[in-house]
C-alpha cells in the first residue's frame, strides 16, 4: 500500500492549490468548496477531461502540477492506472494516454453507432428523454467529428427513433436544421395531437390500447397537418 506521501517522499500527495505555484508562480487562492472533478471509470471519459482542463485553467496550473491534482482526482478502476505510469515525472499526457487507452469513447465508437442506429422510443418514454438520450449517444458515437455531420445524425436518429410514422412524416415536413429543432417540432405537434384527444397522452397508446383506429388516427394528423399550414401562412 503506497502511504499518502508516495514512495520516497515526505510531502502528501495532493497539494492544495495555495500551498504550490506554476511555471508562472501565480495560482488562484485555495477554496475548500472549489475542487477539480473525481473520475472512477465509470462515466464519459472527454466529459471528465474537459471539466479537469477547465478547472486547471482557471486555477493556472502547470506540469508538475497539473498532473499531481489529476492523479489526485482518480479513484476506483480509474485509479488503476497509476501502476502504469512511469516512476519519476509521470506528465498529465502520460495519464490522458492511459485513461484514453482504458476508458475512452474512441475505442467504443462503433459500439455507441450500433446503439444509436437501434435506438427506438420506448413506451410511455418523453420526446425529452428521448431528446437527451439521442444527444448523449450522438457525442459518444461521433467524439471529435464536424458540427454539419452531427446535426444532420442528431435530425436523422430522432426521426427513426420515433414510434409514430405520421408525426415522423410531418417533422419531415418542416426540416429541421438539428436536432434541437427536430425534438421542438415534435414536442409541438404531438402537444397538439392532445389537444385534439384528449384520453391519451400520446398517439403510440392511442392505437395500441385500440382507442383510435390507425385510419382515423391519420385523420387526426392531416387536421394538424392543415391547422401548421393555416398557422405558417397567416
Known amino acids: 500500500m503506497v502511504s499518502q506521501g508516495g514512495v520516497g517522499s515526505s510531502g502528501p500527495l495532493f497539494v492544495p492549490p495555495s500551498q504550490v505555484s506554476g511555471a508562472s508562480g501565480v495560482t488562484k487562492p485555495a477554496n475548500p468548496l472549489f475542487k477539480p472533478p473525481k473520475y472512477d471509470g465509470s462515466k464519459c471519459l472527454e466529459t471528465f477531461l474537459l471539466q479537469f482542463n477547465y478547472f486547471a485553467s482557471y486555477m493556472r496550473w502547470e506540469e508538475?502540477?497539473?498532473?499531481?491534482?489529476m492523479c489526485a482526482s482518480l479513484e476506483g478502476p480509474a485509479g488503476h492506472v497509476f501502476w502504469e505510469l512511469p516512476r519519476e515525472n509521470p506528465t498529465t499526457q502520460?495519464?490522458?494516454r492511459l485513461l484514453q487507452a482504458r476508458f475512452g469513447t474512441q475505442l467504443q465508437a462503433e459500439s455507441y453507432k450500433a446503439k444509436l442506429?437501434?435506438?427506438?422510443?420506448?413506451?410511455?418514454?418523453?420526446?425529452q428523454d428521448l431528446y437527451r438520450d439521442i444527444s448523449r449517444l450522438i457525442q459518444l458515437a461521433h467524439p471529435g467529428e464536424g458540427d454539419k455531420l452531427v446535426k444532420y445524425i442528431g435530425v436523422e436518429s430522432f426521426?427513426?427513433?420515433l414510434d409514430d410514422r405520421y408525426l415522423r412524416l410531418e417533422i419531415l415536413k418542416l426540416k429541421p436544421k438539428d436536432l434541437?429543432?427536430?425534438?421542438?417540432?415534435?414536442?409541438?405537434?404531438?402537444?397538439?395531437?392532445?389537444?385534439?384527444?384528449?384520453?391519451?397522452?400520446?398517439s403510440k397508446a392511442t392505437v395500441a390500447d385500440g382507442l383510435l383506429p390507425a385510419p382515423a388516427l391519420c385523420s387526426q394528423w392531416l387536421m394538424i397537418s392543415r391547422i401548421r399550414a393555416m398557422t405558417l401562412t397567416s
Open 64 to 69: 508538475p502540477d497539473k498532473s499531481l491534482h
Open 180 to 202: 434541437e429543432e427536430a425534438a421542438s417540432h415534435a414536442i409541438r405537434l404531438e402537444a397538439l395531437v392532445d389537444s385534439v384527444d384528449g384520453k391519451t397522452t400520446d
Open 159 to 161: 426521426i427513426n427513433a
Open 117 to 127: 442506429r437501434n435506438r427506438r422510443r420506448g413506451e410511455g418514454e418523453s420526446l
Open 94 to 96: 502520460d495519464i490522458e
